[in-house]
């Protein structure tokens, strides 16, 4: 099991810049991607970005230039840099870790409420 618990939620105007975190615990060796979810209102959750073991990153292409996904291996940790947001970034962002060894099996964080004023 792996556990993910997620910081940096806020209300920013647009323009402006937000950081959110993920801390990953558990069992943490099962782990071969982690990424990042958001879900608006009346709207499908959808991918934001994720990161691989190995480094490859994969961008949504509405924040592709804007948000700047990263991963610190030794504090267990993946954050989502995000610049230049926009009202439709508005959404609850959901972290997520990926077992694929057997299966895919998907961790999920509880959320974190993103606001972009206009």
């Known amino acids: 099991q792996v556990q993910l618990v997620e910081s940096g939620r806020g209300l920013v105007q647009a323009g402006g810049s937000l950081r959110l975190s993920c801390v990953a615990s558990?069992?943490?060796?099962?782990?071969?991607?982690m990424g990042w979810y958001r879900q608006a209102p009346g709207k499908q959750r959808e991918l934001v970005a994720d990161?691989?073991?190995?480094?490859?990153?994969n961008y949504a292409d509405s924040v592709k230039g804007r948000f700047t996904i990263s991963r610190d291996n030794a504090k267990n940790t993946v954050s989502l840099q995000m610049n230049s947001l926009k009202p439709e970034d508005t959404a609850v962002y959901y972290c997520?870790?990926?077992?694929?060894?057997?299966?895919?099996?998907?961790?999920w964080g509880q959320g974190t409420q993103v606001t972009v004023s206009s």
């Open positions: 997520i870790a990926l077992d694929v060894r057997v299966g895919v099996t998907a961790y």
């Open positions: 990161i691989f073991n190995g480094g490859y990153t």
């Open positions: 558990g069992s943490i060796f099962s782990i071969n991607a």
